[in-house]
């Protein structure tokens, strides 16, 4: 990599801790972080374990890593959702209900291994449903339920990034996982959705979706209660939906969809720079701030960065280059201290890291101009 930004001063204070690397306990490639932080103080990291190879079909299984001490050290990787049939599991997510502490895991099967969901749904070659499962534990993910197929959730496609329970409003409680509805026997039609359960994870539904070309999603509570869904935008669709990084916010946590609004990924003031990638996004525990975190550059998954937004994310500004190389998927979690944990994939896929930005570095004035102009500088020179 040559003339690439430093990351930002807290982000340099506090180096990413390698936690899954590729080829190293028992899968050739790890993929698709989802990071959760309990009531306790413990960090929980999922990772989809790709077996023989890196593609996304294949046989595969989902890992753990654990901390204790706030991301310093992770346990070795261990397998807690296997595919016995050597088909694909795609795409696990994490959901804590911060009442109970219960874990949930949620993770998608594909019923035969030459269809990859989304080509087969838009080829309309579909093979038949895709089914999800859940478990659950109730002791920081050291055991586990058994998996169980969720009905009706047949062709409701998977989850990249880790869910939310409600704090506010005539929802409290309620647990959302945000989904993409792109598996095999969807007809071609793609689109975003939440998971919703109101009875602490003993049952889910589907809320209500959005347009076709909303794909991999997070979302976030905000102040009022309501809900924000950030999505990646179908390639090949951005133009009509409205730009690669999509954002919609639900009044009815999840039920419906009241505004729809989009950026075009090339940045500019208040926008992002966004490569046709996933992203992540969480709110801060008090107060209005989102943070929003994605590879920022144009065309290229690079620069790892974390954005925030005070106003509900219509506007965003740069806080923090968390890496300025190779990075791609992320997911975040609070603790109970206050820190901020990013996970992300790192170097081509080779890493799942983990950054904790604590508490005052998050509310340091980092979005100076020299970081802004640092930033500018790796989406102009990146190129390896």
Not at 338 to 362: K, M, Q, Y
């Amino acid at each position: 990599m040559t003339g690439s930004a430093p990351p930002s001063p807290a982000a340099a204070q506090h180096a990413p801790v390698d936690v899954f690397t590729s080829g190293v306990g028992g899968a050739h490639t790890y993929r698709l972080p989802s990071l959760i932080a309990t009531p306790r103080g413990a960090l929980l990291l999922f990772a989809h374990g790709r077996l023989a190879s890196a593609r996304d079909v294949g046989a595969s299984a989902v890992f753990l890593s654990t901390s204790l001490d706030g991301g310093k050290t992770w346990t070795a990787a261990r397998r807690v959702l296997s595919d016995p049939s050597n088909r694909t599991m795609i795409a696990q997510q994490a959901v804590l209900d911060q009442r109970s502490g219960r874990v949930f895991l949620l993770a998608n099967q594909v019923p035969c291994s030459r269809c990859h969901g989304l080509r087969a749904a838009l080829r309309r070659r579909p093979c038949g449903p895709c089914t999800t499962f859940v478990m659950s534990s109730d002791d920081e993910g050291r055991s586990w339920s058994e998996a169980v197929a969720l009905p009706g959730e047949g062709t409701l496609g998977s989850g990249v990034t880790s869910g939310v329970t409600l704090r506010r409003g005539r929802h409290a409680g309620r647990l959302l996982a945000a989904r993409r509805a792109d598996c095999c026997d969807c007809a071609g039609s793609p689109q975003s959705y939440a998971l919703l359960s109101d009875d602490r994870g003993r049952t889910w539904r589907a809320g209500g979706r959005l347009p076709v070309g909303w794909t991999e999603s997070a979302i976030a509570e905000l102040p009022n209660g309501s809900v924000l869904l950030t999505a990646r935008a179908l390639r090949g669709r951005a133009a009509r939906l409205g730009g690669r990084r999509l954002f919609a916010r639900s009044d009815d946590a999840g039920e419906t969809w009241a505004r729809t609004w989009g950026f075009s990924g090339g940045g500019g003031e208040g926008g992002l720079r966004d490569p046709d990638c996933a992203a992540s996004m969480i709110s801060a525990e008090q107060g209005p701030r989102l943070w929003f975190a994605n590879p920022a550059h144009a065309t290229r998954r690079c620069n790892l960065s974390l954005h925030a937004s005070d106003d509900g994310g219509a506007r965003w500004q740069l806080a923090h280059v968390i890496h300025p190389g190779r990075s791609a998927y992320s997911d975040m979690a609070l603790t109970p201290s206050g820190d901020l944990a990013i996970a992300f994939e790192r170097g081509n896929h080779r890493f799942i890291s983990v950054t904790v930005l604590p508490r005052p570095a998050l509310a340091s004035k980092e979005q100076d101009s020299d970081l802004r102009g640092n930033a500018a500088n790796t989406a102009t020179k990146f190129r390896r």
